[in-house]
């Protein structure tokens, strides 16, 4: 790492050139109109006088036409971990296209830049110039980063290409990683620390809610995030760190929601092969040691059959290494009695995880491993949000008053929350950002239930706000997602639009399922203007039957587009879906368009499935 703090970047004749802010070398990075990455003596080109400083570079993104230089022009500081290694999130971009030709205007590149504008504004990415925020905190001595939660891995190959054949071009290749980062320098019962969390979402599998779920054949899972809590306690001598990993991420079985503008989607289990699950578990056992598997899904009702998939997996597998728990949290913590999550921790317990397992280092003039962490607890829900945002934290909450006491800052027994009820506050709003972060990059929406993570109870004010994002969720998942999925796919390289000939934008829906929408709310408009200025007499025949037609019109429009639902909801265009496929709708041998149905190989769910 130990990357310049600035840069400064200048248009070229036919690309850009960008350049460490202070630097003892006239060495440039020259980008050109093709994507292609170079090193250049920059005094030659006599652009001094127009370069702007930035941040960083993101990447470099080819689109169905033009190569672009995407560059951080603006960040803001989280804190700092310990020593100078302060962390920054971005705060401002520019999407700069590298060729100086103009062709026709092209409308699939506009929405393509559109796309990538979109991803990136709503991303929460983080970046650090001297610590490598892909790596848990006992990995930073070891060359490289982790590419699975480089945000920016596939944006960045031509740098990290030119970077393996000139080690200067590493100064231009910015680690992001999109998730959360945030530390505070404060004190408990005195003693002065710095209390942190970083969270890494993986770039594999990433995506909406609805439309990323479960695993794929390579065993990666939706929403995987790692969460790493760092505690640095500062003494004259040098800083002890004490690091705690865990893990989230989807039911690692072939499962999915397919939306259909209900509020409880179709629920599908796919095909009962368990190789993906198995290399799955074989890279988590190879990364972090035993895994504590907290399953929190539904035992009963609509979520029943994906914990028996989930279940019905691990037997399959039947690896020592794997130590899967089932905790019914919206039983067991019923009537707003979230302190009982407490429960699960003695029964994790009782499996033998200890809580003395965590990483700790001493950071002075060496960097000195005084013990690594060898599990991982991985938590799921449904969605990996909301009831996994709580026994996430409460497992730290548990881990923290073990590290207090090693290192001596409270008597063995003594309740850190209860000692310093500032510090407190700090670690309950740290882990509900945390929280809020997670879910509104997969869900849209900020987590629910944070009341209870941010004051310890769960409240009506909390249920209430609870209820205006789950609304929120609807809305977004239903109608808003499809683009923000076809962001995350541009973004991570999982479709490349030069590839693509035909345009994947225009609605290959039949006419008649398109016009349906207009046509409902053309006649509700009708009705109510009608209803509402009637022309004479509201009781007279002719409004009467106008208000009739009307009214029918609307009613048996809104039953269609109810009962045929998944033509409505909005689908992303770039990459298919593991569930859904389009068949082809056929009027006199001509092809009229195309519908949404479900794969074959996914079994749906009924209703009467769903009850016991």
Known sequence: ????????????EDGYIVKPTVTDSSNALFISSTGQADIVDAEKLSLLNSFKRISGIVGVIHLHIYHYLITIDSASEVGTIYGDKKVYKVADFSILRLSSKKFPVDEDETKYVELLRAHLKNATLFFSYDYDLTKSFGKQTTPGVDSEFMWNYFASQS??????????????????????????????????????????????????????????????????????????????????????????????????????????????IGPTDYSATKKHFEKTVQKYGVNYLVNLVNQSGYEKPVKLSYESAVTALNDPNIKYTYFDFHHECRKMRWDRVKLLLEHLSGLGLSRNDYSSFFVGEKFVPEKVQKHAVRTNCMDCLDRTNVVQSTLAHWYLQQQLEDDKIISEGQDWSAIDPKFLFVFQNIWADNADAVSTSYSGTGALKTDYTRTGKRTKLGALNDLSNSISRYIKNNYRDGSRQDGYDLF??????????????????????????????????????????????????????????????????????????????????????????????????????????KKAYYNKFTEDTKKE
């Open 492 to 597: 991570l390289g999982n479709i490349l639009p030069y590839e693509i000939a035909t345009s994947p934008f225009p609605d290959v829906r039949p006419a008649l399922t398109q016009a349906i929408p207009y046509g409902f709310l053309a006649s509700l408009m009708i009705f109510l203007t009608t209803l509402i200025y009637p022309k004479g007499s509201l009781t007279e025949f002719k409004n009467l039957s106008f208000l009739a037609v009307f009214f029918s019109i609307s009613l048996v429009s809104f039953r269609y587009i109810v009962k045929d639902g998944v033509q409505y909801v909005n689908w992303p265009k770039l990459s298919p879906l593991d569930y859904l496929t389009k068949r082809e709708v056929l009027n006199d041998g001509n092809v009229e368009g195309a519908r949404f149905e």
């Open 159 to 268: 740098l990290i290409e030119l970077a393996a054949k000139n080690p200067y071009a590493g100064n231009f290749v910015l680690p992001l990683i999109y998730g959360y980062a945030k530390f505070v320098r404060t004190s408990i019962n005195l003693k002065p620390i710095t209390f942190g969390l970083i969270t890494r979402r993986s770039r594999f599998r990433a995506g909406t809610r609805y439309f990323r779920r479960g695993i794929d054949k390579d065993g990666h899972v939706a929403n995987y995030n790692e969460t790493e809590q760092l505690l640095v306690v500062h003494t004259p001598e040098g800083d002890k760190v004490s690091s705690y990993l865990q893990t989230r991420g989807s039911v690692p079985v072939y499962w999915a929601e397919m939306n259909n503008l209900k509020y409880k989607p179709s629920l599908l």
């Open 1 to 12: 790492m130990g990357l310049p703090q600035s840069f400064e970047i200048a248009k070229a």
